[in-house]
């Protein structure tokens, strides 16, 4: 199947696909008439656990208003930092090896009921990467991928109720040409780190 179909062309998502070991399982595939317009070939989704990156960080933060691809990060601030550590409610949550596997299976899920093209994913003990194909506006993907992880572990006995699980906001970032859906993959499933890859070429 292309990766990039032509305007108006319906396409399938396809039912099982395999990125360097890991599989994605979609046995409800909805067919959807993609525009290249409009949605892009796919999204790379990240987000954080709470309390693990805040502003004034010596790595350098985002803000709401400061957050958009491209945008140069906050100058690190340690005065800041720890005026945002006492308004922490409480510890930063670092997910463990019980609660790994039940956030990436959590975030398959979602993928699996809604018809989602999960191309990669790995979940670190601070925070998720996922590259996604959607043909909706990532915001929602990523609230739900949220959601569902946090009711999951719940569920499991993984995670009090008064325990905030992710930070408000992450990352959704645009992938509109192959070699950029190969880069994140590669990204999310090889490299990791602090420093997000570049697609501006």
């Not at 569920?155 to 994140?184: I, N």
Request: glycine share 6%; hydrophobic share 30%; charged share 25%.
């Amino acid at each position: 199947m292309q990766a990039s179909p032509h305007p108006r062309e319906t396409t399938r998502l396809p039912q099982h696909l395999s990125v360097a070991g890991t599989i994605c399982h979609n046995p409800h595939a909805m067919v959807r008439d993609f525009d290249d317009n409009e949605f892009p070939l796919a999204y790379f989704i990240s987000f954080r656990s709470y309390g693990t990156w805040l502003h004034g960080d010596q790595r350098g933060s985002t803000s709401r208003t400061r957050n958009k691809y491209g945008t140069p990060r906050m100058v690190p601030n340690p005065g800041l930092r720890q005026g945002e550590v006492k308004q922490l409610k409480h510890p930063p949550v670092k997910l463990d090896s019980r609660q790994r596997p039940v956030v990436e299976e959590a975030i398959r899920e979602v993928c699996t009921n809604r018809g989602y093209w999960l191309r990669a994913i790995n979940v670190r003990t601070n925070h998720v990467h996922t590259v996604v194909s959607a043909a909706i506006k990532p915001e929602p993907v990523l609230q739900a991928f949220q959601a569902y992880a946090t009711r999951k572990l719940r569920r499991a006995g993984l995670l009090p109720g008064d325990v905030k699980t992710w930070t408000r906001h992450g990352s959704t970032q645009y992938l509109w040409k192959e070699r950029h859906v190969e880069r994140a993959i590669d990204y999310v499933l090889n490299g990791q780190g602090d420093d997000l890859p570049s697609f501006d070429d």
